[in-house]
């Protein structure tokens, strides 16, 4: 018998496909507890049908190891087909093979740490100036000011424009935003087919961005900067239509789940004052002002234990997407060539065996004791692993160091009562009525 029967004679994973093309897209949606169900009923392997493709969902640490190191060789990475269509042709994260590659180490460059540290100072003016503005605020819903402030920082850092989030292209970038992960319908009051229409604008107008500065001469330095004379091994640089599409994918990483994650962690510190307690007396100790540099931003061990535990427990990210280019079997099951197969970071973020009382919220699991073991089996993954992690996974941090050390240090919150705090889920995580706050300078 050759392998390909062998493969063929194991069963595929257990579950069911439900309807025909639309499958169980509307549930994976707009059910909080799709996945808990599907696990107390298949455990963590089964088999569904979402975005219209027969999909494979791989639960755990282990699962996790096994597709990060077999890319390119069973899998590539692959997106639902609205995400694909409003992320680029030419996008970084639906490219795969030599071309992702060489993609992949030009827009590193933006992430370097000596660029990195370039950023620090527009980060905590920024920061800065929006605690001011908060405070004068009082009361107010936390949510879509987050989504303004990380949007004007990934702005001003990427392609160097002011104040963004008050322009037509803020706009534009929230309804895009709405369309990534919805019914692949193009009509014109659809979310997909509104998302669409806001690409092409957006488009337009980093163009705009684009021609000015090459006009410029090319004299700031920002991303679009570096974007802009970067070379592949071939001495090619990037064309006009793939620029824009890296821009967008960079404006897109900075600034939507960068917002989840600090809307959380404003959320479950405000939930937890034993723990933003221990912050604050972390930050006295140090006592570190702004200009801070990444060496000082790195010493404050507790604040990166919690900032660690708020991605476990509300990952912006929920999981990633594959595609088999060939047969093959994991844990006794067959994988057919050309099905969707998926990682899960929530569900992995749950994993009783790493994580005891796991709903809890506990920085101290991330503990330098305790913290080894969870990264070496793949069991904390926030920001994806392997080939394909997130590029911009130490931006991130950064820029949550920053706000959370320069939040703790001068400023009071509370949360209003009679909200919804119910974490609404697509595109990503963030509390139903937007998390709404009482914050106070010292």
């Given at each position: 018998?050759?392998?390909?029967?062998?493969?063929?004679?194991?069963?595929?994973p257990?579950?069911?496909?439900?309807?025909?093309?639309?499958g169980?897209?509307?549930?994976?949606?707009?059910?909080?507890?799709f996945?808990?169900?599907?696990?107390?009923?298949y455990?963590?392997?089964?088999?569904?049908?979402?975005?219209?493709?027969?999909?494979?969902?791989?639960?755990g640490?282990?699962a996790?190891?096994?597709?990060f190191?077999?890319?390119?060789?069973?899998?590539?990475?692959?997106?639902?087909?609205?995400?694909?269509?409003?992320?680029?042709?030419?996008?970084?994260?639906?490219?795969?093979?030599?071309?992702h590659?060489?993609?992949?180490?030009i827009?590193?460059?933006?992430?370097?740490?000596?660029?990195?540290?370039?950023?620090?100072?527009?980060?905590?003016?920024?920061?800065?100036?929006?605690?001011?503005?908060?405070?004068?605020?009082?009361?107010f819903?936390?949510?879509?000011?987050?989504?303004?402030?990380?949007f004007?920082?990934?702005t001003k850092?990427?392609?160097?424009?002011?104040?963004?989030?008050?322009?037509?292209?803020?706009?534009?970038f929230?309804?895009?935003?709405?369309?990534?992960?919805?019914?692949?319908?193009?009509?014109?009051?659809?979310?997909?087919?509104?998302?669409?229409?806001c690409?092409?604008?957006?488009?337009?107008?980093?163009e705009?961005?684009?021609?000015q500065?090459?006009?410029?001469?090319?004299?700031?330095?920002?991303?679009?900067?570096?974007?802009?004379?970067?070379?592949?091994?071939n001495g090619?640089?990037?064309?006009l239509?793939?620029l824009?599409?890296?821009?967008?994918?960079?404006?897109?990483?900075?600034?939507e789940t960068?917002t989840?994650?600090?809307?959380?962690?404003?959320?479950?510190?405000?939930?937890?004052?034993?723990?933003?307690?221990?912050?604050?007396?972390e930050?006295?100790t140090?006592?570190?002002?702004?200009?801070?540099?990444?060496?000082?931003?790195?010493?404050?061990?507790?604040?990166?234990?919690?900032?660690?535990?708020?991605?476990r427990?509300i990952?912006p990210?929920?999981?990633?997407?594959?595609?088999a280019?060939?047969?093959?079997s994991?844990q006794?099951?067959h994988?057919?060539?050309?099905?969707?197969?998926?990682?899960q970071?929530?569900?992995?973020h749950?994993?009783?065996t790493?994580?005891?009382?796991?709903?809890?919220?506990?920085?101290?699991?991330?503990?330098?004791?305790?913290?080894?073991?969870?990264?070496?089996?793949?069991?904390?993954?926030?920001?994806?692993?392997?080939?394909?992690?997130?590029?911009?996974?130490?931006?991130?941090?950064?820029?949550?160091?920053?706000f959370?050390?320069?939040?703790?240090?001068?400023y009071?919150?509370?949360?209003?009562?009679?909200?919804?705090?119910?974490?609404?889920?697509i595109?990503?995580?963030?509390?139903?009525?937007?998390l709404k706050v009482?914050?106070?300078?010292n």
């Amino acid at each position: 018998m050759n392998e390909k029967s062998d493969l063929q004679s194991l069963p595929l994973p257990p579950g069911d496909f439900a309807l025909p093309f639309i499958g169980e897209t509307l549930n994976f949606l707009f059910d909080r507890n799709f996945y808990q169900k599907k696990i107390a009923k298949y455990g963590n392997i089964f088999k569904i049908n979402i975005f219209g493709n027969p999909t494979v969902t791989m639960i755990g640490g282990e699962a996790n190891e096994f597709l990060f190191r077999h890319e390119n060789q069973y899998v590539v990475s692959t997106w639902p087909k609205t995400t694909k269509v409003l992320l680029g042709k030419t996008s970084l994260s639906v490219k795969n093979g030599d071309f992702h590659t060489s993609r992949r180490k030009i827009l590193a460059q933006a992430f370097q740490p000596r660029v990195l540290a370039t950023y620090l100072p527009t980060i905590e003016t920024i920061t800065q100036n929006y605690l001011k503005k908060w405070a004068t605020l009082g009361e107010f819903t936390w949510y879509p000011e987050l989504r303004n402030y990380t949007f004007d920082i990934a702005t001003k850092l990427f392609v160097g424009v002011d104040n963004c989030s008050q322009t037509r292209l803020c706009h534009l970038f929230e309804e895009w935003c709405e369309g990534l992960f919805s019914i692949p319908v193009d009509l014109p009051w659809t979310k997909f087919g509104k998302a669409l229409k806001c690409r092409e604008e957006m488009l337009q107008e980093i163009e705009m961005i684009v021609k000015q500065r090459q006009k410029e001469g090319n004299v700031k330095s920002d991303a679009l900067s570096l974007l802009l004379t970067a070379e592949d091994e071939n001495g090619d640089r990037l064309t006009l239509e793939e620029l824009k599409d890296q821009v967008l994918l960079l404006l897109f990483a900075g600034h939507e789940t960068l917002t989840s994650a600090i809307a959380s962690f404003c959320l479950l510190t405000a939930q937890h004052p034993e723990v933003l307690a221990k912050i604050r007396q972390e930050q006295k100790t140090l006592n570190y002002q702004p200009p801070f540099s990444l060496e000082q931003l790195k010493e404050m061990t507790y604040l990166e234990q919690v900032l660690k535990e708020v991605l476990r427990l509300i990952p912006p990210v929920g999981g990633g997407f594959r595609q088999a280019i060939q047969d093959f079997s994991y844990q006794g099951y067959h994988i057919p060539k050309g099905w969707t197969v998926q990682y899960q970071i929530a569900q992995t973020h749950q994993d009783k065996t790493l994580y005891h009382h796991k709903d809890k919220f506990d920085p101290d699991r991330f503990s330098p004791e305790n913290s080894v073991e969870k990264q070496k089996k793949f069991g904390f993954v926030p920001f994806g692993g392997g080939l394909r992690e997130c590029i911009g996974k130490e931006f991130a941090r950064l820029e949550m160091r920053v706000f959370a050390s320069l939040l703790t240090q001068n400023y009071q919150w509370e949360l209003s009562p009679n909200q919804d705090l119910t974490m609404q889920l697509i595109p990503t995580p963030h509390p139903k009525d937007g998390l709404k706050v009482k914050l106070t300078m010292n």
